[in-house]
């Protein structure tokens, strides 16, 4: 399995984003950072899931995510 880290940008986005959905409706902000936690756990587990971007990034969309 790999690992990954947060760029420090990205982070901060992430949780300004968990924030956002948790003021719109509590719990939602623990429902969309299980969601992301759970794609990333899955492209670790999976590397070469998704498609392969130009810049050698892959992008994936989990299916059953509703964010």
């Given at each position: 399995?790999?690992?990954?880290?947060f760029?420090?940008?990205?982070l901060e986005e992430?949780k300004?984003e968990?924030?956002?959905?948790?003021?719109?409706?509590?719990?939602?902000?623990?429902d969309f950072?299980e969601?992301?936690?759970?794609?990333?756990?899955l492209?670790c587990?999976?590397?070469?899931?998704?498609?392969?971007?130009g810049d050698g990034?892959?992008?994936f969309?989990?299916r059953n995510?509703?964010?």
């Open positions: 399995m790999k690992d990954y880290t760029h420090p940008r990205a992430f300004a968990v924030m956002r959905y948790e003021n719109a409706t509590p719990g939602l902000g623990a950072a969601s992301v936690f759970a794609a990333i756990d492209a587990h999976f590397p070469e899931i998704g498609a392969l971007s990034v892959r992008f969309l989990p995510s509703r964010f």
